[in-house]
């Protein structure tokens, strides 16, 4: 099973301080969060249809500040939700996050390198991997184990961007046009968003998220 979709959105900025490089990446991650509400409410739609019975726990893989596990708690109010990351700086944001939103009871953070190991945090009726097996060294080896995770009949689903997403205006006004995919190709754009975090875009009121990612299903038998 596999869903392709484009999202839009719009990123607004509250100028939150950030003192190291994973600060800087979950701040970048909430203003991912913002952009793609939408989007996620649609997906995780998507991914109730093909459920065989209604999740009583879901484990977030690679949970980053827990936009995927917010929104699989919006859909599934019965089930719990284990979010697994490596940052403890990801996982206090989700924390507080889920705390905020009244779901303080319903998510649990775990800390674990997914290189090392998949955690125990029980047998899993959804596993949910967006944006994060590229990250991993051995992405083989961690479906294998989310597979053992999964009881029969449970769903792995992984969502992965299709490229990098766009969001400077294709002429910033300031004698370059083109400029996004120029630092694109060098790589220079994902490492000043990363150092700088939402700082480096502050001041413009005109940015606009377009990209596009791909689901894929699969049920364990």
Same mark, same amino acid.
């Given at each position: 099973?596999?869903?392709? /979709?484009?999202?839009?959105? %719009? %990123?607004?900025? %509250? ?17 991912? +969060?913002?952009? *793609? ?35 699989? +708690?919006?859909?599934?109010?019965? =089930?719990?939700?284990? +979010?697994?990351? $490596? ?6 944001? !989700? ?24 955690? $125990? ?5 959804? /596993?949910?991997? /967006?944006?994060?097996? %590229? ?7 961690? *479906? ?5 995770? !999964? ?11 299709? /490229? ?24 220079? *754009?994902?490492?000043?968003? =990363? ?5 480096? *875009? ?10 596009? $990612?791909?689901?894929?299903? +699969?049920?364990?038998?």
């Amino acid at each position: 099973m596999e869903r392709h /979709a484009q999202h839009h959105g %719009h %990123h607004t900025h %509250h100028g939150h301080g950030t003192h190291d490089h994973e600060a800087g990446m979950a701040d970048l991650l909430d203003l991912d +969060a913002e952009a *793609l509400g939408p989007y996620l409410d649609d997906l995780t739609a998507w991914v109730d249809e093909h459920t065989d019975a209604a999740p009583r726990l879901i484990a977030d893989v690679g949970a980053g500040t827990g936009t995927g596990a917010m929104a699989l +708690a919006r859909r599934f109010p019965e =089930a719990d939700i284990v +979010a697994v990351d $490596r940052s403890p700086v990801m996982l206090d944001r !989700l924390r507080e996050t889920a705390r905020e939103r009244g779901m303080g009871g319903r998510v649990r953070v775990v800390e674990a390198d997914l290189d090392a190991a998949w955690p $125990r945090v029980g047998t899993v009726d959804l /596993a949910w991997a /967006a944006s994060s097996l %590229h990250h991993v060294t051995d992405p083989d080896r961690l *479906l294998a184990d989310l597979h053992a995770a !999964l009881r029969p009949g449970g769903l792995l689903v992984v969502v992965e961007m299709d /490229a990098p997403p766009r969001f400077l205006p294709e002429d910033l006004g300031i004698g370059c046009p083109g400029l996004e995919e120029r630092c694109h190709e060098i790589g220079d *754009l994902g490492r000043l968003l =990363a150092d700088d975090g939402p700082h480096a *875009l502050t001041h413009r009121g005109d940015l606009a998220v377009r990209g596009s $990612r791909t689901a894929w299903a +699969a049920r364990r038998v």
